[in-house]
């Protein structure tokens, strides 16, 4: 009888500990994105812009910051923000950078933080710390929408310096290019 309420009692904790979603570990995430035309999805824009991205995720503030350097925009631009979603793939937007520079063409930099985000259920992000797992793995992307392009003029895969660097669970989808 003992034998059998001490398996029961070991199930119930190894059941308890394998559906508990991951946890942030302490301190900040920085990723990096190296922005292009090419990296469009579903189709590559041919464009003399690039750019690159750095964008800190805060779990324990709740937090995402970013400083977005691009340069030889040839339109206004129009929108900024990171998407779910592989290499190759488009999809919905989880964080919206509100650029307040609408309309600059030529070299800029955005830069800003939030603790706001879109659910998006359909995609596994529920919460600012799903959206910020999703971040911390590489399956996210940075776009830069133009005028001349509103679907994105430039896009870049957010990627941990190195996979043992994701906060959440250790798992990387990608690295980002040297320099």
Known sequence: MRR????GLMTAFLVAGATTAPRAQAGRQILHAYLTGGAEA?????????GHAVVTIDPAAGEVS????????????TASHIHVGSPGTAGPIIIDFAPTAVGVSGP?????STRNFTARPERGIRSMEEAMIAISAGNTYVNVHSQANPGGEIRG???PDRGNENRFNGIALCNPQPQ
């Open 4 to 7: 059998t309420f001490l398996y």
């Open 42 to 50: 579903p189709t590559a824009v041919n464009t003399g812009a690039y």
């Open 66 to 77: 970013w400083v977005i350097d691009v340069f030889n925009y040839p339109t206004g631009l």
């Open 108 to 112: 800029f930099r955005l830069t800003g």
């Open 157 to 159: 895969q957010l990627c």
